[in-house]
């Protein structure tokens, strides 16, 4: 099946420092990538949808200043958290879909996820 | 947005019993994704039905679609302890929206 990888898988920083996470499809081209961020004990809260080539689309309560995402290629996209605070810190989540449907047209893979933790 | 809601939020059985989960969702969809989670990790895809179809099973797994109670519900039969995890009902609409996630069901099975 389609492999959707994610770096780092863990990361610690101090507040006021920046973060990137890196999603990246290994095995097929994503024209389209979400962004997801889960609390603990709590679900997955969609943040954005990227599109290769286009500005990111943010959920309603979700700052695009702060949550910034690049969609360069088919492959990649990235997140990064400006100026990261202690609220920041969570689990961070990117699915990718597939083009032309892949190995399952209405299936989104997701990465393993990135821990984020800002002191 | 959140569009799932999953009940029980909580549920602990015993090793050999069933495990039934549901999930209500709020708009028309073109499909539901049932996902599970383990603690500190990734979400693994379990099973994908549609909305044309009213139940579906693999392995252990069988989950039913009622479209007109917008509803699913999710049933591990013969639980074991590696079972032990967070079960999300996911909801998808036409086109190209993403993925909404319910609020997640946490299943322990105790030996």
């Known amino acids: 099946g389609a492999v959707v990888s994610q770096h780092p898988s863990r990361v610690i920083c101090k507040s006021g420092t920046s973060v990137k996470i890196e999603c990246r499809s290994l095995d097929f081209q994503a024209t389209t990538m979400f962004w997801y961020r889960q609390f603990p004990k709590q679900s997955l809260m969609l943040m954005a949808t990227s599109n290769e080539g286009s500005k990111a689309t943010y959920e309603q309560g979700v700052e695009k200043d702060k949550f910034l995402i690049n969609h360069a290629s088919l492959t990649l996209s990235t997140l990064t958290v400006t100026s990261a605070h202690p609220e920041d810190s969570s689990f961070y989540i990117c699915?990718?879909?597939?083009?032309?449907?892949?190995?399952?047209?209405?299936?989104?893979?997701f990465g393993p996820g990135t821990r984020l933790t800002v002191l | 947005s959140q569009q799932g809601e999953e009940d029980p939020q909580a549920l602990s059985i015993q090793e050999g019993e069933n495990a039934t989960m549901n999930c209500s969702y709020k708009t028309s969809i073109n499909n539901l994704q049932w996902y599970r989670q383990n603690s500190g990790r990734g979400l693994v895809h379990l099973i994908l039905i549609r909305s044309n179809e009213r139940e579906k099973h693999s392995g252990r797994l069988r989950v039913t679609l009622d479209t007109s109670k917008k509803s699913s519900s999710l049933l591990i039969t013969a639980s074991r302890a590696a079972d032990t995890a967070s079960y999300f009902c996911?909801?998808?609409?036409?086109?190209?929206?993403?993925?909404?996630f319910g609020k997640g069901t946490r299943l322990s099975v105790i030996a």
């Open positions: 996911a909801t998808k609409n036409s086109g190209n929206t993403p993925l909404v």
């Open positions: 699915s990718a879909r597939s083009r032309g449907g892949g190995s399952g047209t209405d299936t989104q893979y």
